[in-house]
């Protein structure tokens, strides 16, 4: 009940009661600079999912579960993946900050997930509240293991849930970016 009181008073990504705005913070979303000042109304409790969301209309990051159980709401910071509900927006300062629409059309993370529907694994896109969640895993996990086992695909993706239950066909699409990304390579 208390839960639901301070839900009711405050924004969403942000606790009621909340001490003095922060300061002034300044980083890159997706290549472009952004700065906060005290003015915007950002408290020292706001996360990183509502900044973006709320404040910079990237609603391609989803908040599920709101409490870091799901991963939708994956982003990259620094090129690692972090989940923005369990990310303070303060922690943002002074970093580069990727969401999903950050990625061109053509990454082959994307392209692989789009593509992903095979017999026998089915779809990688059911309803795909998730999608965005599992690509930025997937492209974070790539970059750092371009040859992946589907037991290591398996493993880097356990913190992300679909509810929808394509697990077979998300683990075919990832091994199919790195396909991609081998070939890209390869040929450049």
Do not use: W
């Amino acid at each position: 009940m208390a839960e639901q009181a301070r839900k009711d008073l405050a924004p969403a990504g942000q606790a009621a009661a909340d001490p003095a705005p922060v300061g002034r913070i300044r980083f890159r979303v997706n290549g472009a600079e952004v700065e906060f000042g005290p003015e915007s109304g950002l408290s020292p409790s706001t996360t990183l999912s509502y900044l973006l969301r709320e404040k910079l209309g990237l609603t391609g990051l989803k908040v599920s579960c709101d409490e870091g159980a799901c991963g939708a709401c994956t982003v990259l910071r620094d090129g690692k993946a972090v989940l923005s509900c369990m990310s303070l927006a303060i922690e943002a300062d002074g970093h580069d900050i990727q969401t999903i629409e950050g990625l061109a059309p053509d990454d082959p993370v994307v392209e692989a997930f789009a593509e992903q529907s095979e017999p026998g694994h089915g779809t990688a896109l059911q309803c795909g509240f998730c999608t965005p969640g599992f690509v930025m895993t997937t492209k974070a996990f790539l970059d750092e293991n371009p040859h992946p086992t589907l037991a290591e695909v398996k493993e880097a993706l356990s913190g992300n849930i679909c509810r929808c239950g394509s697990y077979q066909a998300i683990a075919q699409a990832v091994l199919h970016a790195a396909e991609k990304i081998e070939r890209r390579r390869t040929s450049s």
